[in-house]
């Protein structure tokens, strides 16, 4: 009886597998045509906003900042392409006169002198003329993500150029820095020190570059609609235009291994920037969060 009992048992198994099986297939088939359905939809949505203001919206009020003359800090040559190109290059098209501080040579490899000369390539094809630009070589701000920058130092380099270029607006990374680069959050810090110890020009407004999740960091322009909707303050460039940034980036020879290649391919910031106004209120509240 036993021996009879086993052959409807395998054919039970076999059909229970069989109906398992497909029950599986039929979810991924679901899953996979719902995930496609969600992607071609982004991907116009995508299409809709990039024709609707990265290319038809007049170049005049593209993410316009309303800035005559523009300080830009940065840490190291290359931030300045790898980071604010969009913003580089929309300011100058607007006809801001832009003004980049850059606090360390980039010495890091021991390629100083080189990447000094690059930066003022990579500049001039940004549209930055070379008596904009002022390199800081210092001791005490030496490239490295293990050095801690005397934050009292780079907010008196800050405070001196803002006065001397009677700057209207300062741009620089935030707290993240993007690549959470402990030089690129330094920079913020010393904003953060002028500010609290009210040292900042009254008639300066402070912008900052939103670091995003490593997701969207390499969504490159299908970032667009979230950008839109998230920020108030941005800068998208049209195609030609992110080759033209691209060209600038090239100039950092010496920067250029791989997986650069890759960061100027799918980078978000390579196409797009978005910036926060911020003011004293702001800063307490991210000095807040670091508590």
Known sequence: MLFNEYPHKLEFMYNFYLKFVSEILVYIRNFILY????????LCVCCVVYRRYARKLPTRIRGALG???????????DDECMFFGPTIFRLCEQGAEVYIL?????????????????????????????TNICLITDSRLLDSPKAQWPVPVIAKLIEHNLEALDIDTLVTFDRGG??????????????????????????????TLDSVNILRKYLGFLDLPLSFVLSSKRYFLRW???????????????????????YVIFSRYMVINTL????????????????
């Not at 800035?67 to 040559?77: D, E, F, G, M």
């Not at 500010?195 to 009254?202: Q, R, S, T």
């Open 35 to 42: 995930i496609g359905v969600w992607l071609i939809s982004y």
């Open 67 to 77: 800035a005559k003359r523009v300080l830009l800090v940065i840490a190291h040559p």
């Open 102 to 130: 850059c606090l360390s040579n980039g010495n890091y490899e021991g390629k100083g002198s080189q990447r000094r000369k690059e930066l003022w390539e990579a500049c001039q094809h940004l549209g930055v003329p070379d």
């Open 178 to 207: 993007v690549s959470s680069h402990p030089n690129h959050s330094a920079v913020f810090y010393a904003v953060a020190y002028m500010f609290v110890e009210k040292n900042m020009p009254k008639k300066c407004t402070v912008y």
């Open 240 to 262: 030609t235009e992110s080759r033209r940034v691209t060209r600038a980036m090239k100039r950092h020879k010496s920067q250029m291994v791989w997986f650069r290649y890759l």
């Open 276 to 291: 926060r106004k911020i003011n004293l209120a702001d800063i307490e509240l991210e000095l807040e969060v670091d508590d």
